[in-house]
């Protein structure tokens, strides 16, 4: 802080150098470098149990899942939970928060995605695919499907691909 004073103009000249380096500030802040974006490609099965009854959906990837970056690959975990926002007889339209972490570091991303998941059958059972997009990643996969009371899973374990951008 600087004295204040009426000699000689020292609380002018504080005040000018006070104003200057707020000037300079907002432009220094705006003209930094800001981190490269990364993205990391998954590739694995996921899990989802989506609750037609009270709109719940949960899910997890399986064993085998793992995440690449340019520069090192690695075993992760994907965590699902969330909501339907829409459905039909054939298809669930979600919205969910997802958890990707490292399982060697413990380093988690968080990240928001709307997916669809489809059947081809009203039947109990089936074949299912999978789609998902949002600003920050986008996933999609086949596999198939299975009912239980208010209960259907979907089980994605062909070519399921999920790339975040952070």
Known sequence: MFPVSTRGGTAAGAVALLLASAAVTPAAVADAPRAPLVTYNCAGAINVNVHPLNGAVDGRSGG???CATPDESF???????GSVTSSGDLFYTTRTTDTLKRTDTGQTLKFTIDRRFERDTPAASGNAT??????QARDSGTGTFSTGTGLVTFLITNNYILDVTV
């Open 75 to 81: 075993a992760a975990e994907l965590t699902m939970s």
């Open 130 to 135: 999978e789609r998902g997009s949002s600003s």
């Open 64 to 66: 085998g899942f793992r």
